[in-house]
């Protein structure tokens, strides 16, 4: 395999705490790196480099591990930008402009929502993504979720089967049936998806009902997730540390009590304020999080209704500004965080081992993301062979 050393780094953030500052980030200035096609090999001064095949001088960039996005929904048709406006002029976000979503979706061929699916990800990894994960969720019938988890197998490992979105219009008589149908021959059929998750919230599932997902889910031997307290606090992130959901996503409303219950838990927080941005919905405080001791992630929820972003950097950017996070804080929210709401330690950071996925940065510094909002600072993405 061809080595190669990426040399004279400003800042190299490794978030492995053994290098540099010794602080989460592992901080190390005047750095270098060695990888070969799959991993991180060597990681030092440049001073103290060795050689490799090839030499890459960074000019005094910095880099970071590839941002790992660890809630997207990536495959769907259509855009709801009147939906957007309407909030902006003082509309509320419900959960029922996703039925609009769901209705393009089943009208679109394979090939649209694989080259829409292909556009979206390709905006990510520019803007710096290196692993992503992808629900299903806007088709809600069993041959129409299989297919979704289907093209979102084409772009990543880890994979969301969503059935339960909310409950699609010709169930609306029958909630029941519906949940039975997501718990049995749906999941089934989207039986490649490594991931269950529900959206439980008002609008969408209560915790009784996402409670027979999860088991559902559970039994057939997916790992879980959970949309949790986005429009309001039904009980959500209780039921996500009782059934060890890796991550509980949203958290827009907490309370003390959830933070106690998430801080004595192995489930990751991951907040989404892209979501907040686009419904103009109060921030979560990320710093009450941190203060407790809670694990934070922050992922773009890319999606035609709430948060149509694919910059990560955006998104660092206002946890920076509207939740509390320091820039360090956030950075490692977006790369080891993510990995950490996706039960990974391969992918998020850079230490000896890990995954040669990483970010050089037109700015010396990773601050920079949060300074120059709305600048694309990604110059270039390493990543390691899949
Ligand atoms: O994560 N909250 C549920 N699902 C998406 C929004 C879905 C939609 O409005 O299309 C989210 O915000
Ligand atoms: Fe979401």
Same mark, same amino acid.
């Given at each position: 395999?061809?080595?190669?050393?990426?040399?004279?780094?400003?800042?190299?953030?490794?978030?492995?705490?053994?290098?540099?500052?010794?602080?989460?980030?592992?901080?190390?200035?005047?750095? +270098? =790196? $060695?990888?070969? %096609?799959?991993?991180?090999?060597?990681?030092? !001064?440049?001073?103290?480099?060795?050689?490799? &095949? @090839?030499?890459?001088?960074?000019?005094?960039?910095?880099?970071?591990?590839?941002?790992?996005?660890?809630?997207?929904?990536?495959?769907?048709?259509?855009?709801?930008?009147?939906?957007?406006?309407?909030?902006?002029?003082?509309?509320?976000?419900?959960?029922?402009?996703?039925?609009?979503?769901?209705?393009?979706?089943?009208?679109?061929?394979?090939?649209?929502?694989?080259?829409?699916?292909?556009?979206?990800?390709?905006?990510?990894?520019?803007?710096?993504?290196?692993?992503?994960?992808?629900?299903?969720?806007?088709?809600?019938?069993?041959?129409?979720?299989?297919?979704?988890?289907?093209?979102?197998?084409?772009?990543?490992?880890?994979?969301?089967?969503?059935?339960?979105?909310?409950?699609?219009?010709?169930?609306?008589?029958?909630?029941?049936?519906?949940? +039975? =149908? $997501?718990?049995? %021959?749906?999941?089934?059929?989207?039986?490649? !998806?490594?991931?269950?998750?529900?959206?439980? &919230? @008002?609008?969408?599932?209560?915790?009784?009902?996402?409670?027979?997902?999860?088991?559902?889910?559970?039994?057939?031997?997916?790992?879980?997730?959970?949309?949790?307290?986005?429009?309001?606090?039904?009980?959500?992130?209780?039921?996500?540390?009782?059934?060890?959901?890796?991550?509980?996503?949203?958290?827009?409303?907490?309370?003390?009590?959830?933070?106690?219950?998430?801080?004595?838990?192995?489930?990751?927080?991951?907040?989404?304020?892209?979501?907040?941005?686009?419904?103009?919905?109060?921030?979560?405080?990320?710093?009450?999080?941190?203060?407790?001791?809670?694990?934070?992630?922050?992922?773009?929820?890319?999606?035609?209704?709430?948060?149509?972003?694919?910059?990560?950097?955006?998104?660092?950017?206002?946890?920076?500004?509207?939740?509390?996070?320091?820039?360090?804080?956030?950075?490692?929210?977006?790369?080891?965080?993510?990995?950490? !709401?996706?039960?990974?330690?391969?992918?998020?950071?850079?230490?000896?081992?890990?995954?040669?996925?990483?970010?050089?940065?037109?700015?010396?510094?990773?601050?920079?993301?949060?300074?120059?909002?709305?600048?694309?600072?990604?110059?270039?993405?390493?990543?390691?062979?899949?």
């Amino acid at each position: 395999m061809v080595t190669r050393l990426l040399t004279n780094i400003g800042e190299l953030l490794t978030n492995d705490p053994e290098y540099g500052d010794h602080s989460a980030v592992g901080r190390l200035r005047d750095a +270098a =790196l $060695v990888v070969d %096609e799959e991993r991180v090999l060597w990681v030092g !001064a440049a001073r103290d480099a060795p050689a490799a &095949d @090839e030499r890459r001088d960074a000019a005094g960039a910095g880099v970071l591990p590839g941002f790992v996005d660890s809630h997207t929904h990536l495959v769907f048709a259509g855009e709801r930008s009147r939906e957007f406006e309407a909030r902006m002029a003082g509309e509320r976000y419900d959960a029922g402009g996703i039925a609009s979503t769901v209705a393009a979706t089943r009208a679109a061929s394979d090939d649209d929502l694989r080259t829409q699916c292909a556009a979206r990800y390709s905006a990510l990894g520019v803007a710096g993504v290196t692993t992503v994960e992808v629900k299903s969720g806007y088709a809600l019938d069993v041959a129409g979720e299989a297919r979704l988890v289907a093209l979102a197998s084409e772009v990543t490992e880890e994979v969301t089967f969503l059935g339960a979105h909310v409950v699609p219009s010709e169930f609306r008589g029958d909630r029941e049936g519906y949940v +039975a =149908l $997501v718990a049995g %021959e749906m999941m089934r059929a989207c039986a490649r !998806a490594r991931w269950v998750d529900v959206f439980c &919230d @008002e609008g969408a599932f209560d915790v009784d009902e996402a409670r027979v997902v999860l088991e559902a889910g559970r039994a057939a031997g997916h790992q879980l997730r959970l949309h949790a307290n986005q429009i309001r606090d039904i009980g959500a992130i209780e039921l996500a540390t009782e059934f060890d959901c890796a991550s509980v996503d949203h958290c827009t409303h907490v309370d003390d009590v959830d933070v106690e219950r998430l801080a004595g838990s192995s489930t990751v927080a991951t907040l989404l304020p892209g979501a907040e941005f686009s419904t103009r919905s109060a921030y979560p405080s990320g710093r009450r999080l941190l203060d407790a001791g809670v694990t934070v992630a922050l992922a773009t929820d890319c999606n035609p209704g709430t948060s149509y972003v694919t910059s990560m950097s955006f998104v660092i950017a206002l946890a920076v500004r509207e939740m509390g996070m320091n820039v360090d804080e956030a950075v490692w929210a977006a790369t080891r965080g993510g990995a950490a !709401a996706l039960r990974r330690d391969d992918v998020g950071h850079l230490a000896v081992g890990a995954r040669a996925d990483l970010v050089i940065l037109d700015a010396p510094r990773a601050a920079h993301l949060a300074y120059r909002p709305g600048t694309p600072l990604v110059a270039e993405v390493w990543r390691a062979r899949h």
